[in-house]
């Protein structure tokens, strides 16, 4: 019920702001400083399951339809344009010509929707600094209250949540070992937020001052200790990588300061030996990747029967229990049976339901900005806060062969920011876009 009051008065919000100010802005700003609970559901899933974002972006489309049509000719982007155009269309075809076309549609919705988003967002920031003034601080702004809830989880326990139920990883009844959800119903996809928010930390949103400094590195910090505790190692892997590739483009300064954090760290573990979150879980890392590789196997075996359209969006959990009956978990406490709603890698997840055809788009979405910016870099032309964006976006890559996390509509509008600020050419009239030869931290 707290979920419908949350997303009912968020609506409402945004309505009375829309029409005080109808502009994209109000759109945009909304979004972000509205993150923590644009994902609350306004329906249940017997009424269609829709939630806060769906209303708040159709709305959105409604009244800016026209500027949403509206193409600069001096902004080439008939490319991209083209690519999320032939996803809704064979995605759509996909699901149609399945054996369970009218499963699960509401999974359609972020489909359509967080592309819409990423139009208004490119239409917002392109050929100004807004990104700077207004989006990152308000980004900051969800961040720092999303950790602030996790805080208080850990304080009060697991029944301090949104959600009725949370997801079974979250708590071991053999181990007693708990994994914090935070504001997300599964602690994989508190642990793959947090990773990605992390870095927006480290990107400086107006002129240096000594507390702002102070601010960002508090933020990144508390960021660490909650992947930790949310018990996610996919999550904390994708992290290291991304700091890996950020500490690889920076100056000495920042890599003499990340080889002392990394000593110090050392040095915390092996004093105190740690047996909560992420190390709580290290013995038995290769079970868990056993009982990974042989759902992966049997994917993999399905994908190979559908390999153009794949079995339909959202039909992974259909298929299992009509064709692969073995394939299911058992919970501890009652002994209930679910089966697997995806094939514990979010790849696999897009193949086995979509197809070649849209993982290919899929990949080709976020690889060739991030290539772009990769040139950039080697030429000591990249801005310093696209640097942080594609660590960020590195730390999701790499968390997202364990889980599917696109269902919360927090993760996918944090993959969407990112991957738009890296297709968005920098803007020159800005000093927070001005080229570094390396990194410096804010």
Not at 39 to 47: A, D, S
Not at 152 to 168: C, D, H, M, R, S
Not at 280 to 288: C, I, S
Not at 367 to 395: D, E, H, T
Request: proline share 4%.
């Amino acid at each position: 019920m707290l979920q419908y009051i949350i997303a009912l008065i968020s609506i409402l919000v945004f309505i009375y702001l829309i029409v005080n100010k109808p502009t994209i802005e109000t759109y945009v700003l909304f979004v972000f400083y509205n993150l923590p609970f644009i994902n609350t559901k306004i329906l249940p899933l017997e009424y269609g399951f829709v939630k806060t974002f769906d209303v708040v972006t159709v709305v959105a489309l409604l009244i800016f339809l026209k500027e949403f049509l509206t193409f600069n000719k001096k902004v080439n982007t008939w490319f991209y344009t083209t690519l999320v155009i032939l996803f809704w269309a064979v995605t759509l075809m996909s699901k149609i010509s399945s054996e369970f076309p009218t499963t699960n549609l509401y999974l359609l919705y972020p489909v359509f929707n967080i592309f819409i988003f990423g139009r208004f967002l490119f239409l917002y920031l392109q050929n100004n600094d807004k990104l700077f003034t207004k989006v990152l601080p308000a980004l900051k702004t969800s961040l720092f209250f999303i950790l602030g809830f996790m805080t208080l989880q850990i304080v009060f326990g697991l029944n301090f949540t949104f959600y009725k139920e949370l997801g079974q990883n979250t708590f071991s009844e053999s181990t007693g070992l708990i994994r914090y959800p935070g504001m997300f119903s599964e602690s994989q996809y508190n642990g793959q937020f947090l990773a990605l928010g992390s870095f927006v930390f480290l990107i400086a949103t107006k002129y240096k001052d000594q507390y702002s400094n102070y601010l960002n590195y508090f933020g990144f910090a508390l960021s660490i200790l909650a992947i930790i505790l949310a018990g996610s190692r996919s999550a904390l892997g994708g992290f290291a990588f991304g700091c890996i590739f950020l500490v690889s483009i920076s100056s000495v300064r920042v890599k003499i300061y990340t080889t002392l954090s990394l000593l110090f760290g050392a040095f915390v573990f092996f004093l105190y030996k740690p047996d909560s979150g992420i190390f709580g879980r290290a013995e038995n890392l290769g079970d868990d990747l056993s009982f990974r590789q042989s759902i992966w196997t049997e994917t993999f075996g399905i994908i190979k029967e559908y390999p153009i359209f794949g079995i339909g969006f959202g039909n992974f959990e259909s298929y299992l229990m009509k064709y692969h009956q073995e394939l299911y978990l058992q919970i501890e406490s009652g002994g209930d049976l679910i089966y697997f709603t995806q094939p514990e890698n979010g790849y696999l997840k897009i193949l086995v339901e979509q197809g070649y055809i849209v993982f290919i788009i899929f990949i080709l979405l976020l690889l060739i900005p991030f290539l772009r910016n990769v040139y950039l870099a080697l030429l000591s032309k990249l801005p310093g806060y696209k640097g942080f964006m594609m660590a960020a976006l590195i730390s999701w890559i790499v968390a997202f062969n364990t889980v599917y996390s696109f269902l919360d509509y927090r993760l996918l509008l944090m993959v969407a920011i990112f991957t738009i600020v890296l297709i968005i050419p920098p803007t020159q009239h800005t000093i927070f876009t001005k080229p570094k030869q390396k990194f410096e931290l804010p």
